[in-house]
């Protein structure tokens, strides 16, 4: 019986922490933070500031996941641009997780 309730409950911890786990950024707050960005990657979405002489990635509609593994590439060194590692060094891992549930909505409009 007890074990059976034991199973129960870490059955329902599991759903409940593997749910949010997707989605943990907060846009709105990344959104705050966008204005470090913008010079170059253009808000919102899609639009690069300099699309003729200097090749900015689109993040608007990026997956989350990515945008997230990206900027900690940046910020340990797997990737090496100079000025997004000098961006990424200053954020932190909620940061990075805020902007990047920002700009993986961003497409379907700045309200969500
Ligand atoms: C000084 C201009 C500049 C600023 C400011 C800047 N970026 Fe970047 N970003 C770039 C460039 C250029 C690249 C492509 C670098 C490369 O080739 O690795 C890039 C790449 C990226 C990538 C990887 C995209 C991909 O498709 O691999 C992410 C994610 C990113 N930037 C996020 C951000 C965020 C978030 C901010 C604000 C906190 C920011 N950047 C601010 C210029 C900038």
Same mark, same amino acid.
């Given at each position: 019986m007890k074990a059976t309730q034991i199973t129960t409950a870490v059955a329902a911890l599991? *759903? /409940?922490?593997?749910?949010?786990?997707?989605a943990a950024g907060d846009p709105v707050k990344g959104r705050e =933070?966008?204005?470090? *960005? /913008?010079?170059?990657?253009g808000i919102p979405?899609?639009?690069?500031?300099?699309p003729?002489?200097? =090749?900015?990635?689109?993040?608007?509609?990026?997956?989350e996941e990515y945008l997230v593994a990206a900027l900690k590439q940046y910020k340990n060194?797997?990737?090496?641009?100079?000025?997004?590692k000098a961006i990424a060094a200053?954020?932190?891992e909620e940061d990075m997780?805020?902007?990047a549930a920002y700009y993986a909505s961003s497409y379907s409009g700045p309200s969500k």
């Open positions: 599991a *759903c /409940a922490l593997a749910l949010p786990a997707h =933070k966008t204005s470090m *960005c /913008a010079g170059c990657h979405g899609w639009k690069t500031a300099y003729a002489t200097y =090749k900015v990635p689109k993040l608007g509609g990026q997956h060194g797997e990737r090496s641009h100079p000025s997004m200053s954020l932190t997780q805020n902007l």
